[in-house]
């Protein structure tokens, strides 16, 4: 009882704070999105295109920021052309191997190159916007980005659950859902322009470097933990958006831990815990999941 009331009696002072009251709005819909895109990401084998677009949203931020212009404008741009020409280049609007190296290679180059020109024009004001690129910055956002924040995570969260379930049916049977009827080209690149908004949204919180991470490992630790599509779907967003809460508190605890070290920290420990159940699971010590649920995951569920 009075560890609940001293936790009870900690959160006012977090949310008395409004640069933590912004972080917390759009980390929610930045976690939210992530959760239901990366659950499909990694049922989908995707996790390559999102490696690929984190390097995409870098390099995009920097051409804007060398450009003169909004950092968001090239961040968006960027990422969401990106993801959309891999899909439509690769099969079934699917990015393959070939296409994602090649993107890859191409903007590491452009990166080396817009980097460049930022650094040898850039003021000391304008060097911190290109670490809070490749790091996050959640804690500086305005309330009016924040707002922004939440909503656009919002907007592809409700552009996930939209399409989960065609998108479901052509990522485990491909052949059988263009059979009947799946637009699976156009699903495949729609698909991948929610990956790209999300990887561009997901920059603003933990960056570019880390964005992966926010994008992969609650999801990956939802399939860990059931087999059930939508039961998943739910519990990837939920893990999402616990590791944002939590690594918030702690970078507002412990002031010397950066947010984006917290949050990934925090999702990975995650896919930890969920990998060990499953391979409890696997070895016998538990009968199954909640509800009797099997924890292992069925041979070709990633596609």
Known sequence: MTGTLAV???????????????????????????????????????????????????????????????LRLGLFGATVAVAVGMGMLGRSGRADDVV?????????????????????NSSGANGTAGVSVLFGSILGLS???????????????????????????????EAVAAARGV????????????????????????GALLLLGLLAAPAAAAHQLTTHPFRGLALATALAIGAMWVGLATSYA??????????????VVMYAGASALHGAARRGFFAGGPNGESLAIPEGIHG
């Open 8 to 70: 009870l009696g900690w959160v006012p002072p977090v949310f008395g704070h409004p640069f933590m009251r912004n972080a917390f709005l759009a980390g929610t819909g930045i976690a939210a999105c992530c959760g239901a895109v990366g659950y499909f990401v990694v049922l989908r084998a995707q996790v390559f295109t999102g490696d690929a677009l984190s390097h995409v949203a870098f390099t995009g931020a920097l051409a804007a920021l060398a450009a003169g212009a909004d």
């Open 100 to 120: 994602i190296g090649s993107v890859f290679a191409w903007m590491l180059g452009l990166g080396v190159l817009f980097l460049s020109i930022y650094t040898s």
């Open 143 to 173: 309330a009016g980005a924040a707002r922004a924040a939440a909503l656009i995570g919002a907007m592809v969260f409700a552009g996930v659950i939209l399409i989960a379930r065609p998108l479901l049916f052509a990522s485990l049977d």
């Open 183 to 206: 637009p699976i080209r156009a699903l495949g690149i729609g698909f991948l322009a929610l990956v790209g908004l999300t990887a561009a949204e997901t920059t603003q919180a933990v």
């Open 254 to 267: 412990v002031p010397s831990v950066p947010p984006s070290f917290a949050i990934i920290a925090t999702a």
